[in-house]
T-cell receptor, first 115, second 113 residues
Framework: AQTVTQSQPEMSVQEAETVTLSCTYD???????LFWYKQPPSRQMILVIR??????QNATENRFSVNFQKAAKSFSLKISDSQLGDTAMYFC????????????FGAGTQVVVTP | SQTIHQWPATLVQPVGSPLSLECTVE??????LYWYRQAAGRGLQLLFY??????ISSEVPQNLSASRPQDRQFILSSKKLLLSDSGFYLC????????????FGEGSRLTVL
């Protein structure tokens, strides 16, 4: 079975600064996907970024980027130029390519952006 | 794009009462649909998934059941609620075999008293 671990329950960052969230996972699979989802106070889950395991290049979406280390089974998220609207719970998720969308989620990291 | 609607948004029910949470999908056909539960301080736990009408798979033994009477409708039910059923329930779906994204509904907060 796959497990996803987020070791930071909460992180605080000032506006315009950078914060990095850690995520590690355990799997024996070679083909899979990794995701970061954001859950703001409205509770609507929103996809932030997605990475295919077969791609060596790290995914980037505007101010969000990942550091994917397949051998180390690590998938960290960096938020650059943090904005107040980035305040949310962030979940790391793992899915096998043949998992029928059965994502495994970490426990989440609460990010608080302060003025 | 795919949109998922859930209702009710909040629900307070006594122990032993029945439950029905409904989820509908717009913008796609033949989606895979999922019910997740989110407990405080924990990640999302997959409860049920469905790949088509009448097809339900359960991931964990529990007091809840799911049904899919129509292609774009997914229902989470219970005949008799337990205190432990309290939580935040999320319906999700994907119609993309490449798993480009799992779309989520707005969530339903259930409190069992």
């Amino acid at each position: 079975a796959q497990t996803v671990t987020q070791s930071q329950p909460e992180m605080s960052v000032q506006e315009a600064e950078t914060v990095t969230l850690s995520c590690t996972y355990d799997t024996s699979e070679n083909n899979y996907y990794l995701f970061w989802y954001k859950q703001p106070p409205s509770r609507q889950m929103i996809l932030v970024i997605r990475q295919e395991a077969y791609k060596q290049q790290n995914a980037t979406e505007n101010r969000f980027s990942v550091n994917f280390q397949k051998a180390a089974k690590s998938f960290s998220l960096k938020i650059s130029d943090s904005q107040l609207g980035d305040t949310a719970m962030y979940f790391c998720a793992f899915a096998k390519t043949d998992s029928w969308g059965k994502f495994q989620f970490g426990a989440g990291t609460q990010v608080v952006v302060t003025p | 794009s795919q949109t998922i609607h859930q209702w009710p948004a909040t629900l307070v029910q006594p122990v032993g009462s029945p439950l029905s949470l409904e989820c509908t999908v717009e913008g796609t056909s033949n989606p895979n649909l999922y019910w997740y539960r989110q407990a405080a301080g924990r990640g999302l736990q997959l409860l049920f998934y469905s790949v088509g009408i009448g097809q339900i798979s359960s991931e964990v033994p529990q007091n809840l059941s799911a049904s899919r009477p129509q292609d774009r409708q997914f229902i989470l039910s219970s005949k008799k609620l337990l205190l432990s059923d309290s939580g935040f329930y999320l319906c999700a779906g994907t119609s993309d075999w490449a798993l480009s994204e799992l779309f989520f509904g707005e969530g339903s907060r259930l409190t069992v008293l």
